[in-house]
């Protein structure tokens, strides 16, 4: 029997089979023996066998995923989801801020295994003046590079139902640091889901995981796949040559420079460098793509991006 992974609790899976049934099933002992490196062999998007006993037996060739490195278990990893269209990355300046540096450790990995990501800035009814202004620069920075962003307030329902063309007949990831309003962003799209939401710390401006397991909801004729909040984005399986590619600017310059090994650190003849230096490049860019190539340091994957 085969079904599509609906939903991730980390022991049980819930598999929609072809003919309609929802079934709790369970991974079988061996899958984890079978060279897969991972915190879950099987993610939600996922298409599977079913045997009897409701166990799953195998998993369909991936057409792609998002993957990060797990934080706890560093040399495995973590597959956010599988087999989807498109991610949008839910995103605040203030309440809490998403650092730079964790929009593109995810844009990169995304990058790496052909996921689209649009940028979702949320929160905007919260911001005062010098966080719009910060809004809109991250925004004219991140269209600059290529990247389609959209600034809305899921709380107020601001630009919201702009939103749902993009949606229709696709599956769509959500993803973002906790706190950021996912689960509020999902109420406002799917009315009577009524996922749990929570306040952000004040001491802290930091927000609390309110989705514990993975679940693809129904929207329309696509689907929604909401997720736990990231606090940390370790990217995994990168090798230093190819990080390049998987900054669009980066990558452009690259090919102008002198050597075609280069790392775009120091060496003479460096078209990025120059780039960079006639801010082509913005730097904090620059910096997120050097702390990827830093990552071969296995403490880093333990502390939040």
């Known amino acids: 029997m085969k079904g599509l992974v ?29 060279g897969i490196r991972s915190t879950n ?33 560093s040399k495995q990893s973590h597959i956010i989801a599988a087999n989807v269209d498109q991610t949008l990355l839910v995103v605040t300046v ?24 649009v940028l979702i800035f949320n929160k905007t009814d919260l911001l005062d003046d010098d966080e719009r202004h910060y ?5 004219h920075l991140y269209e600059t590079v290529g990247y389609e962003c959209r600034a809305i307030s899921a709380e107020t329902g601001e630009g919201v139902d702009a939103l749902l063309p993009m949606l229709q007949g696709k599956i769509t990831l959500l993803s973002g640091n906790s706190g950021v309003g996912k689960s509020t962003l999902i109420n406002r799209l799917v009315p009577g889901v009524n996922l749990r939401t929570a306040e952000i710390s004040d001491a802290h401006q930091t927000g609390q995981h309110t989705t514990t397991f993975s679940e693809m909801i129904t929207l329309g004729d696509g689907y929604l796949i909401d997720t736990p909040g990231i606090k940390g984005f370790g990217t995994f399986d ?15 310059f690259s090919q102008d420079c002198r050597f075609s090994n280069c790392t775009h650190t120091h060496e003479p003849g460096c078209a990025v460098l120059k780039a960079l230096e006639d801010h082509y490049i913005a730097q904090s860019r620059y910096q997120s793509y050097l702390s990827m190539l830093s990552d071969k340091d296995e403490s880093k994957y333990r502390e939040a991006y």
């Open 41 to 73: 062999p099987v993610a939600v998007g996922d298409r599977v066998s079913v045997s009897e006993g409701n166990f799953i037996t195998e998993i369909e060739d991936r057409r792609n995923y998002i993957i990060r490195k797990s934080i706890n278990l």
């Open 135 to 139: 809004q809109q620069m991250l925004i």
């Open 94 to 117: 203030s309440r809490p801020q998403t650092s730079t540096t964790f929009i593109d450790r995810f844009l990169a990995s995304a990058e790496a295994y052909r996921v689209p990501v």
């Open 238 to 252: 990168i090798e230093p040559e190819e990080l390049t590619s998987y900054f669009r600017e980066i990558f452009r």
């Open 6 to 34: 609906i939903k991730n609790t980390g022991s049980w899976y819930t598999v929609r089979t072809d003919d309609g049934q929802l079934l709790d099933c369970k991974v079988k002992g061996n899958f984890r023996l079978r």
